[in-house]
């Protein structure tokens, strides 16, 4: 589809025109570097802006939202609509009182973790291997070394498709492993309230010594989206993947990393084309070999090329 059928710079406010760059490439804005170029990426200063952008936004036009593009695969044909970008503008972490902290949805995850160490609050060390925003945490329950987003969340901030915000009571959501239903379509996440427990010796190194882990056995440093399939119940993504034989197993420029098979790496060249043709293989072996069908974790957008 040509994306002036769906979109042009009359579809947009004149006021927000210099927060937006159009035909932006997205391999520049996801941790595996490959995307096509989205009609219109935006970057709102702050949340009302964000609202008042969607609320002049023409309902025909889709919206995208993105937080450090590390659980994203977008295919080489890119993103029509617009693509909004809230790391950077909505970036408020603040201690509320005693066990509450406010974090807005741009707010990488791991500022939050060192954050509440220093509050001395805890257990927030987890946060630290979450390689995204508190948008993309609060919308898939993202976890690591045995903690999970969710427990801790009493309220979340929301605007809607047409710019209304409210605020919704955690209780409103039901969530599981890497899963969270959402009371009403088209609305997304730009803050949360967290509730966490006095915790007066935590320290830094706590989160060093878990950081220092994760650098031991994950490819940290290469081209990656993190964990690409989600733990089937009882069972762990990466051995049955390496028990299939398929570490090192490459297609085009993308490969099943050797350190951790969960991670598949792009060396360099890799399209998306690539990554999503290895995805598709690794299923289908593993289904094959342990009858298992794998979930992906990463979200899969965009058109073909």
Known sequence: MNASALLDRRSIAREFLPRVRFDEPLARHTSWHVGGPADAWYEPADADELAAFLRHLPASVPVHFVGLGSNVLVRDGGLRGVTISLHGGLDRLERLDDTRVHADAGVPCARVARQCVKWGLGPAEFFAGIPGTVGGALAMNAGAWGGETWPHVVAVDVVDRGGTRRTRAAAEYRYGYRHVESPAPQEWFVGARFEFEPRPDATLDGIKVLLERRRETQPIGEWSCGSTFTNPPGDHAARLIEA??????????????????????????????????????????????????????????????
């Open 244 to 305: 299939a034989g398929l570490k090192g197993f490459a297609i085009g420029g993308a490969r099943v990393s050797t350190k951790h098979a969960n991670f598949l790496i792009n060396e360099g060249e890799a399209t998306a084309e690539d990554l999503e043709r290895l995805i598709a293989h690794v299923r289908d072996v593993v289904e094959r070999a342990h009858g298992v069908r794998l979930s992906t974790e990463v979200r899969i957008v965009g058109e073909q090329a």
